[in-house]
């Protein structure tokens, strides 16, 4: 990228960030494993008959309209020949691990969203005379090179275009926003395309007018606080293509948290609390193997009903009622019908908290 | 109902099972104790429900057979606080207890024995017979690894296992685990695991009196029952699957250490004292031929001790809750204590050198 010494922003202070995200990331590891796969439609995913969900499919399988989220029975309505796999979460994990570390040769700043998405900070770099274009070209080289699978990658002065980048020319593809076109860039850009809009307040923002990010800019900042509260000064920010946030290396886990659908809805307040010590000592086994038995917070419990409609109560350890039975009491009294999914999960101290000594834990 | 005992043959059995009874009750007859009088022999019960502890006491002369429950509390300081040698005098009126002893008289309230819960039996029970000596000490050498009102309730208690020919108990609260194993003269048809709760297992133990006597014990599904001398102890089992402890015990340790069990526990002992009194770690240096400790609290204050011991391989750093070293180093007899380690991070063994009938695990703490 190179830097615009025109732009209002010292050069020194500009920000040169990369967001990578693999295409079809999952999908992408089985047809390299068995090349067949390439050509038919392919998802990875739960059994339709347990409610299972797709977690990544193929391109052929998106041509049939099958995305990632959708039940698997949904899926296999919309494309008959679809070949469903269960996922081998330790081989993703492995080939992750690997991506990462690639990252990792070119900043100190990288920041995994999920196991194939990450963002990494080129500003100091020096490789390739400090050219995050080609930093990005030559990771996506690599990634194609060693791991066999394909990376998308969008390169920009913040994380909120960089991201938007990425997904521009997908699949593998990549795109570079240089400071100097960030306003042509986000003029047209589509609500939807924000950070924190959903679909929610894109409905809202829609009847008041506001379809693109050049639409959001004609407002004042104080109009769009009026509207939007807090989240009209974010919407201020990035409608001019301003993020300011860092990318920052969390090694740590602030939460931890496991979850299951029921093969059957569960109908009452009863049925659900029976699931409960099924849940809790899969959590409890998590934690310990994790060693993060010592540092938990507090607790939370996540509810999803039968109509996809999902809350989540979460409590501090000291409150009295912060044990499951309650949260899961809690939750159940704001839907009050038939539900789908439980997780139970918990929140953990930050750093800060946990430079105390830290008793480990027996694991069995 | 009416007798006469005295304070020595009462206050011994009438202690034991007041410790039973809870202070704060629910149920306003489970803060009473149960007295029954039959022909020369009064029997007393105390329970909370989970646990239930039946003694006996011979009277001095036969009894006006009856039964009646009174605080048990009460009862107790009133008869601790008559004078040695006293003949204390039960008479129930009409709803009242009146006890009379010397120039001494108290009046009592009460509650119909009818209205005192019974601990239901198990059918179908294993028997089982040690001599108190095994039982006290499975219990004194693992009891103290019991967890405390964890959320994992079935930790609040202990493991009782009995296999062909052997009988172990095993604590853990998650953070160290301790286990002991004696022979025995059992042949269940397969093995039996049961979990006794943490209060059964103290109150049990305060039972055993005379080492060499034997001791009954019948597991039932769910229920316990121990017949120690003139006792007899009952106590729901925890429902729970307690952890499977040959998987907590460490197989893999590479280093092993053995140093005299009196001078480690002396020099811990004096570390713990400049250690962080919440967390109460210490930071232990193996050296070949040398183990240092080092403790240090918030106010920097500073704790470094050094004992000479055999070790001799590489130099290894690794950091300790000092309580839980200290709690096995206490319980265990012999003079060399045996520490078998691996890496900082990973659980070690602690065992007598020579005797291996007991066995502790303890994670180590992150400084």
Redesign the interface.
């Given at each position: 990228m190179s830097v615009d010494n025109d732009s209002a922003v010292p050069a020194q202070h500009q920000r040169k960030i990369i967001h990578f995200d693999c295409d079809c990331f999952y999908a992408a590891v089985e047809m390299r494993d068995h090349p067949p796969y390439r050509d038919i439609p392919l998802a990875i995913g739960g059994r339709p008959d347990k409610r299972g969900v797709i977690a990544t499919c193929n391109y052929p399988a998106r041509t049939f309209g099958v995305r990632s989220a959708m039940p698997s029975s949904h899926a296999l309505r919309l494309c008959p020949n679809l070949t469903l796999i269960p996922g081998n979460m330790t081989k993703y994990r492995d080939v992750s691990r690997a991506f990462m570390a690639i990252l990792a040769q070119f900043s100190d700043h990288v920041e995994p969203l999920s196991l194939d998405e990450a963002f990494i900070d080129v500003s100091s770099s020096d490789a390739f005379q400090g050219s995050a274009t080609r930093i990005a070209s030559h990771i996506r080289e690599r990634v194609r090179n060693e791991l066999g699978i394909t990376v998308s990658a969008g390169v920009a002065p913040n994380k909120f275009l960089a991201k938007i980048a990425s997904d521009w020319h997908k699949p593998d593809g990549m795109k570079v926003i240089p400071p100097h076109e960030v306003e042509s860039f986000v003029l047209p850009l589509p609500v939807e395309k924000i950070w924190g809009v959903g679909k929610v307040t894109a409905a809202r923002m829609h009847e008041l007018g506001l379809y693109t990010c050049a639409d959001v800019q004609g407002w004042s900042q104080q109009q769009l606080q009026e509207r939007f509260g807090r989240f009209g000064q974010q919407l201020f920010r990035l409608s001019r293509g301003e993020d300011q946030r860092p990318v920052e290396a969390r090694e740590e886990r602030l939460s931890l948290s496991v979850e299951h659908t029921y093969d059957q809805d569960l109908r009452d307040l009863a049925s659900c609390l029976a699931q409960l010590p099924r849940l809790e000592e899969e959590l409890q086994q998590r934690l310990a193997r994790r060693q993060l038995l010592e540092q938990i917070q507090g607790r939370v419990v996540k509810m999803k009903f039968h109509d996809f409609q999902q809350t989540t109560v979460e409590r501090h350890l000291q409150r009295p009622d912060s044990d499951y039975a309650s949260l899961l009491t809690a939750a159940w009294q704001r839907g009050q019908r038939p539900v789908r999914l439980i997780g139970v999960g918990v929140r953990l101290k930050t750093a800060a908290t946990t430079q105390q000594p830290q008793q480990l834990s027996l694991v069995w | 109902m009416k007798f006469v005992i005295s304070r020595e043959a009462l206050l011994k059995p009438l202690q034991l099972v007041a410790g039973v009874v809870e202070r704060r009750q629910t149920l306003p007859v489970l803060s009473n104790v149960l007295l029954v009088a039959e022909g020369d022999h009064l029997s007393l019960t105390g329970t909370d429900l989970e646990v239930e502890l039946v003694g006996r006491a011979k009277l001095e002369q036969p009894s006006v057979a009856g039964s009646i429950t009174v605080p048990a509390r009460k009862l107790m300081d009133i008869c601790k606080s008559l004078p040695d040698g006293s003949m204390i005098e039960f008479d129930v009126q009409e709803q009242k207890l009146v006890l009379r002893s010397g120039r001494s008289r108290f009046t009592l309230s009460t509650l119909p024995a009818s209205e005192f819960p019974s601990v239901e039996d198990s059918p179908q029970a294993f028997e089982l017979t040690l001599a108190q000596q095994q039982l006290k000490r499975l219990i004194d050498r693992t009891s103290f690894a019991m967890a405390q009102q964890d959320?994992?309730y079935y930790l609040n208690g202990m493991l009782l296992e009995v296999v062909q020919g052997r009988v172990r108990m095993v604590a853990?609260d998650?953070?160290?685990?301790a286990t002991c194993a004696c022979d025995a003269e059992v042949n269940p048809a397969e093995k039996i695991q049961v979990i006794i709760p943490r209060k059964g297992v103290l109150e049990l133990v305060r039972l055993i009196s005379d080492p060499e006597a034997p001791l009954r014990m019948l597991i039932g599904s769910n229920h316990i029952r121990a017949h120690v001398g003139d006792f007899v102890f009952t106590s729901k089992l925890v429902d729970g699957r307690f952890?499977?402890y040959e998987?907590?015990v460490p197989r893999n340790g590479n280093k092993t250490l053995l140093a005299d069990r009196q001078e480690l526990r002396t020099v811990l002992q004096r570390a713990a004292i400049l250690s962080?009194e919440k967390?109460r770690?210490v930071r232990l240096l193996l050296n070949p031929g040398q183990l240092q400790v080092f403790a240090n609290n918030p106010e920097q204050e500073e704790a470094e001790e050094s004992l000479l011991v055999d070790y001799d391989s590489e130099n290894m750093e690794i950091?300790f809750?000092v309580t839980y070293l200290l709690d096995v180093l206490n319980v265990v007899g012999e003079e060399q204590v045996k520490i078998i380690l691996s890496d900082p991070?990973s659980?070690v063994l602690v065992q007598e050198a020579e005797d291996t009938d007991s066995l502790y695990?303890v994670?180590?703490?992150?400084?």
């Open positions: - | 959320v994992r853990t998650g953070h160290r685990l952890p499977d998987r907590v962080n967390y770690g950091g809750n991070n659980s695990v994670m180590p703490m992150r400084l």
